[in-house]
């Protein structure tokens, strides 16, 4: 298998947005330009660690939750894993997005160019997956869309789906103390309205049996964890 840094680069980003282009309508296009250098190699590292991780613990099976669009249910179906991707359907529960597509549209468009992927739309509280049915669950940019109150729901829900020994990764999950958000805030230029500190996020994790075995600041600043 190649390494993650050799695959997901500026190539594998053009194909997918591409694909984008396809499902969107022309006004909304603008919010999915993928073809960026920054963009590409910091998925690109983030990827790296994730798949040390998986080939060490002989991981093939993965849970990518809130996968949204489906970026990374791509990538990772691109690199020869099983996945699949979940989120909750857009139009169904009025979400506040930034584009009115069907998300349904993009990922049977996904599903019909990809190997070994599938993408299903989830309720908000519940997974419909039976029990230890995944090795890993990637949650990619997405605590920070989960209520604090539901949070240990969820995160309930992904122990009970997960295999025993298995890996749940946890990327882009900016921090409570983040310089930037509480810039933009300040200066109302847009910033998470759900944070979360290193300590919330773990005590979470185990009390329903987790427990860290990586951890890695992404950024100068506290921002991402």
Same mark, same amino acid.
């Given at each position: 298998?190649?390494?993650m840094?050799?695959?997901?680069?500026?190539?594998?980003?053009?194909i997918f947005?591409?694909?984008?282009?396809?499902?969107l309508?022309?006004?909304?296009?603008?919010?999915?330009?993928?073809?960026?250098?920054?963009?590409?190699?910091?998925?690109?590292?983030?990827?790296?660690i994730?798949?040390?991780?998986?080939?060490?613990?002989?991981?093939?099976?993965?849970?990518?939750?809130?996968?949204g669009?489906?970026l990374?249910?791509?990538?990772?179906?691109?690199?020869g894993?099983?996945?699949v991707?979940?989120?909750?359907?857009?139009?169904?529960?009025?979400?506040?997005?930034?584009?009115?597509?069907?998300q349904?549209? &993009?990922?049977?468009?996904?599903? #019909?160019?990809?190997?070994?992927?599938?993408? =299903?739309?989830?309720f908000?509280? @519940?997974?419909? *997956?039976?029990?230890?049915?995944?090795?890993?669950?990637?949650a990619?940019?997405?605590?920070?869309?989960?209520?604090?109150?539901?949070?240990?729901?969820?995160l309930?829900?992904?122990?009970?789906i997960?295999k025993?020994?298995?890996?749940?990764f946890?990327?882009?999950?900016?921090?409570?103390?983040?310089?930037t958000?509480?810039?933009?805030?300040? &200066?109302?230029?847009?910033?998470? #309205?759900?944070?979360y500190?290193?300590?919330? =996020?773990?005590?979470?994790?185990? @009390?329903?049996? *987790?427990?860290?075995?990586h951890?890695?600041?992404?950024?100068?600043?506290?921002?991402?964890?």
């Amino acid at each position: 298998m190649l390494t993650m840094q050799k695959k997901i680069n500026r190539l594998e980003i053009g194909i997918f947005r591409e694909m984008v282009v396809k499902a969107l309508p022309e006004n909304d296009r603008q919010y999915f330009d993928f073809d960026s250098y920054l963009y590409a190699y910091s998925m690109a590292q983030d990827f790296e660690i994730m798949e040390k991780y998986l080939i060490g613990y002989g991981l093939k099976r993965i849970l990518d939750i809130g996968s949204g669009i489906g970026l990374t249910t791509w990538y990772l179906d691109r690199l020869g894993y099983e996945v699949v991707g979940c989120d909750i359907e857009p139009e169904k529960y009025k979400l506040n997005m930034q584009t009115k597509f069907c998300q349904s549209v &993009l990922w049977n468009i996904l599903e #019909e160019n990809g190997e070994n992927l599938k993408y =299903v739309s989830i309720f908000p509280d @519940k997974l419909p *997956f039976e029990k230890e049915s995944f090795d890993a669950v990637l949650a990619y940019a997405v605590l920070e869309h989960i209520m604090p109150e539901h949070l240990e729901k969820w995160l309930g829900e992904i122990q009970r789906i997960i295999k025993k020994n298995g890996l749940i990764f946890i990327f882009k999950c900016p921090q409570k103390l983040a310089l930037t958000e509480h810039i933009s805030r300040t &200066l109302k230029l847009g910033a998470h #309205e759900i944070l979360y500190t290193r300590h919330e =996020v773990n005590s979470l994790l185990e @009390k329903i049996g *987790f427990r860290e075995i990586h951890f890695k600041q992404k950024d100068f600043l506290p921002y991402f964890m």
